[in-house]
């Protein structure tokens, strides 16, 4: 059974770095992750897409967030990280991973395997 797990500090500084890690288990030994995805969910409001990482390792990200985002991943690890710079309390979110074998996800959005997402509070 193929299980995501997104880990991270929880409570940020602002204007600090966040590092989010998204680590796959459960799948075959043959699997390959073709297609990840962040999105996050602010308290009180929608999701938000934050960006996507392709098998070939190109990056997009949404426009509004892009200047302060990057993704990337460690495919030994089976493992994509977050990371998001000069933070503000309206980052305030859960953030979640999302990852599939299938590269259509990227335009899709369909991805088959979400984690259960990780609370992220930027406060002083």
């Known amino acids: 059974q193929v299980q995501l797990q997104e880990s991270g500090p929880g409570l940020v500084k602002p204007s600090q770095t966040l590092s989010l890690t998204c680590t796959v288990s459960?799948?075959?030994?043959?699997?390959?992750?073709?297609?990840w995805t962040w999105i996050r969910q602010p308290p009180g409001k929608g999701l938000e897409w934050m960006g996507v990482?392709?098998?070939?390792?190109?990056?997009a990200y949404n426009p509004s967030l892009k200047s302060r985002t990057s993704i990337s991943r460690d495919l030994s690890k089976n493992t994509a990280y977050l990371q998001m710079n000069s933070l503000k309390p309206e980052d305030t979110a859960v953030y979640y991973c999302?990852?599939?074998?299938?590269?259509?996800?990227?335009?899709?959005?369909?991805?088959?395997?979400w984690g259960q997402g990780t609370q992220v509070t930027v406060s002083s």
């Open positions: 999302g990852a599939d074998e299938d590269y259509s996800a990227i335009r899709t959005g369909e991805y088959h395997y």
């Open positions: 459960g799948g075959s030994i043959t699997s390959t992750w073709d297609a």
């Open positions: 990482m392709a098998d070939d390792g190109s990056t």
